[in-house]
């Protein structure tokens, strides 16, 4: 995937303001601009947690879910409404995480309120219901000034688009590209039958075929013309592929090495945060693309995160500790408790900002999970010489 016949220019057409741009004081300005984590961030979608269903059990959970002894509890509880001693944290949570953002003077957009209960089924599967719009940053990818709608491994989230079509409709309105990925199937096939996932020190299996193509944007991280994929239980090489041709020679993706058991997103593994900064998940990258070595990044080991064993994770791992959301190059919003990575954070020259969110994470996922930056004031450029 690593497209080096891919020249770096950054007088490509795509870095051209176009007739999909609005006029702002004087100034043409993209509605929909993110090409990187770091650009000052003006604009960003943050999910909601209230109705919030437990996912259903399905086929690709054993592949995702790290805790094995949960299983049997979305065996049990899935498609029902998360308990409220849960539920209220988590929204605290969030409305601190807004609050901040508004603080900082960034516009904060909602998900429209939609109905998750439902059961649905397609000619190739049946589901309980879908699950909850807490966590935008899987489901759409910004890419300079386009959206595209993940196709999305799981199938209690196939529609979890339907929550931010009022957002897409508007942002189209006023000049963004909108796009969905080839709808998937997600029909026996996608899967493979019988996956079991591997131990710990075994080598790193997914349980996706190559069926069809299939990523969710949270497998996607971006650093200018340089997009970073990672292969997982929700992202095949053909949806890398897919990605890799849709977005055309303006951009070279990469697939970035992980080792994972349960892998599901790249934002608790690989993170540029800033241009010269990539924080890696000690775990998770051996090795790092060549390529930031040879243009003189630093590459930050991410700090054993802190939450302590007895508190409740649902979904995700303890690594939420590095999934956090940078307001530009030099300040990031990290939940309150992870010490460590906030004092690494200031050596590294980077200002945390604490937000209490280690009872959202329970359930859902980190801040950058639970938010997608929609415009942040820069450029499509190279970082890599
Ligand atoms: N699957 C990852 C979460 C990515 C945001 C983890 O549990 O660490």
């Not at 849960?86 to 969030?94: D, Q, S, T, V, Y």
């Not at 997608?372 to 010489?385: A, I, N």
């Amino acid at each position: 995937m690593n497209s080096d016949r891919i020249p770096h220019k950054d007088s490509h057409p795509g870095s051209k303001s176009s007739g999909r741009t609005r006029q702002i004081q004087g100034k043409q300005k993209a509605v929909v601009n993110a090409h990187n984590e770091w650009d000052p961030l003006e604009e960003i979608i943050v999910g909601t947690i209230e109705g919030a269903l437990v996912p259903p059990w399905d086929v690709i959970m054993e592949a995702t879910v790290h805790k094995k002894e949960l299983w049997n509890f979305y065996k049990e509880y899935g498609g029902e409404p998360w308990p409220r001693e849960l539920l209220e944290p988590a929204k605290k949570n969030l409305d601190e995480f807004v609050h901040i953002l508004e603080g900082e003077g960034v516009v904060v957009r909602r998900p429209t309120p939609y109905d998750f209960s439902k059961s649905f089924s397609t000619p190739d599967f049946k589901i309980k219901s879908s699950c909850h719009p807490s966590m935008p940053r899987d489901v759409l990818l910004v890419i300079g000034d386009q959206i595209i709608e993940a196709p999305m491994g799981w199938r209690s989230r196939y529609h979890e688009n339907h929550a931010y079509k009022e957002l897409c409709k508007e942002y189209f309105k006023k000049g963004a590209k909108w796009v969905s990925a080839p709808r998937p199937q997600l029909s026996q096939k996608t899967y493979k039958e019988g996956f079991i996932p591997p131990q710990e020190g075994e080598p790193m299996r997914t349980v996706l075929t190559e069926f069809e193509p299939l990523f969710d944007a949270a497998d996607v991280i971006k650093c200018g013309r340089d997009i970073f994929v990672a292969q997982s239980s929700c992202c095949n090489r053909f949806g890398i592929r897919w990605l890799e041709r849709h977005l055309g020679d303006g951009y070279r993706v990469h697939e970035v090495e992980v080792y994972d058991t349960h892998p599901m997103h790249i934002d608790a593994t690989f993170y540029p945060l800033s241009p010269g900064k990539l924080l890696i998940n000690p775990e998770r990258v051996k090795n790092p693309p060549e390529m930031f070595k040879k243009s003189g990044w630093d590459i930050l080991i991410c700090p054993e995160p802190l939450m302590p064993d007895s508190h409740p994770m649902y979904t995700c791992s303890k690594w939420l500790n590095m999934n956090l959301l940078m307001l530009d190059e030099k300040r990031a919003i990290v939940p309150k408790g992870e010490d460590t990575i906030m004092r690494a954070l200031k050596d590294w020259g980077i200002k945390p900002i604490g937000c209490n969110f280690w009872n959202f994470e329970s359930i859902a996922g980190g801040v950058h999970c639970a938010s997608v930056d929609v415009r942040r004031r820069g450029e499509l450029k190279s970082y890599f010489s």
